[in-house]
């Protein structure tokens, strides 16, 4: 299916590895031209290389901290009118005891998954409002809609990211600019593997061994991680011309573990 993209310019902020890189590569394969923001210099640079000797499609690095004021200018010098505009940031870690969780750590959760995003919406829709055509897509979490204790620092904040899209796409709509986001649960990603490694090191595991110990113990209906890949697809998907209809909205991806209906 041609999603109607070919020749957009795509800005992926986070998308040197993970769910980034997965709707990076999925963008790449539909022909979009890609601006991949990432810190570390080397990942970046062979995500690119690997993307574009696949795709053919051109793909750009850019070497910034997407969460700063000083990364989020470089970023956009480099893409500032894009026509696709994904956001994605590492995760957190996962949390204990919540009482143990320190202001500080909160406020930096804020400061990038939900004021970063926010900062870039209002600088590549003014753009978008003008040519009347624009997809923006979060990559976010499950944890927004199904809080758990674990979560505290991923879930609030892109909860609240979630509401602040919904709002601002009614204004949007009129445009043909959509905004919408993806609620990723587990996915195999080199930050699931870190947080991985080292439980199943100390259980005696392998990695893959200790995936199957978690899906069982959270009851994942599928059995098993998602893919980043995958996801990807369906962040292309969303940034189609046929989803010009669809906006404001926050899907689940998490193996069936939700238990709501909508």
Same mark, same amino acid.
């Given at each position: 299916?041609?999603?109607?993209?070919?020749?957009?310019?795509?800005?992926?902020?986070?998308?040197?590895?993970?769910?980034?890189?997965?709707?990076?590569?999925?963008? =790449?394969?539909?022909?979009?031209?890609?601006? !991949? =923001?990432?810190? %570390? &210099?080397?990942?970046?640079?062979?995500?690119?290389?690997?993307?574009?000797?696949?795709?053919? *499609?051109?793909?750009? +690095?850019?070497?910034?901290?997407?969460?700063?004021?000083?990364?989020?200018?470089?970023?956009?010098? &480099?893409?500032?009118? +894009?026509?696709?505009?994904? =956001?994605?940031? *590492?995760?957190?870690?996962?949390?204990?005891?919540?009482?143990?969780?320190?202001?500080?750590?909160?406020?930096?959760?804020?400061?990038?998954?939900?004021?970063?995003?926010?900062? $870039?919406?209002?600088?590549?829709?003014? /753009?978008?409002?003008?040519?009347?055509?624009?997809? !923006?897509?979060?990559?976010?979490?499950?944890?927004?809609? $199904?809080?758990?204790?674990?979560?505290?620092?991923?879930? /609030? +904040?892109?909860?609240?990211?979630?509401? $602040?899209?919904? &709002?601002?796409?009614?204004?949007?709509?009129?445009?043909?600019?959509?905004?919408?986001?993806?609620?990723?649960?587990?996915?195999?990603? /080199?930050?699931?593997?870190?947080?991985? %490694?080292?439980?199943?090191?100390?259980? %005696? #595991?392998?990695?893959?061994?200790?995936?199957?110990?978690?899906?069982?113990?959270?009851?994942? /209906?599928?059995? #098993?991680?998602?893919?980043?890949?995958?996801?990807?697809?369906?962040?292309?998907?969303?940034?189609?011309?046929?989803?010009?209809?669809?906006?404001?909205?926050?899907?689940? !991806?998490?193996?069936?573990?939700?238990?709501?209906?909508?």
């Amino acid at each position: 299916m041609d999603l109607g993209i070919k020749g957009r310019k795509a800005l992926v902020n986070g998308g040197s590895a993970g769910m980034g890189r997965g709707a990076a590569l999925a963008l =790449a394969r539909e022909g979009a031209e890609v601006f !991949i =923001a990432a810190r %570390g &210099a080397e990942r970046l640079e062979a995500t690119c290389a690997a993307i574009a000797a696949e795709t053919g *499609a051109t793909a750009h +690095p850019i070497v910034a901290d997407h969460a700063s004021d000083e990364g989020r200018a470089a970023i956009l010098a &480099a893409c500032p009118d +894009p026509d696709i505009f994904v =956001a994605t940031c *590492a995760p957190p870690p996962f949390t204990g005891d919540f009482r143990d969780v320190s202001r500080e750590e909160f406020e930096r959760s804020v400061a990038t998954a939900l004021l970063s995003p926010i900062d $870039y919406i209002k600088a590549v829709s003014v /753009p978008m409002i003008e040519r009347r055509w624009g997809r !923006i897509v979060n990559i976010s979490t499950g944890a927004a809609k $199904y809080p758990a204790a674990m979560r505290v620092l991923s879930g /609030p +904040p892109r909860a609240a990211l979630a509401n $602040y899209c919904h &709002a601002i796409s009614k204004e949007l709509a009129r445009f043909n600019v959509t905004v919408n986001s993806v609620l990723p649960g587990m996915h195999h990603t /080199p930050g699931i593997e870190e947080m991985m %490694g080292p439980r199943a090191a100390a259980n %005696g #595991r392998t990695y893959d061994e200790e995936v199957a110990s978690f899906v069982k113990a959270v009851r994942i /209906p599928a059995g #098993r991680f998602g893919d980043a890949e995958d996801l990807g697809a369906l962040v292309a998907m969303f940034c189609s011309a046929q989803a010009s209809f669809l906006t404001g909205q926050s899907l689940v !991806i998490d193996g069936g573990m939700g238990t709501s209906i909508f």
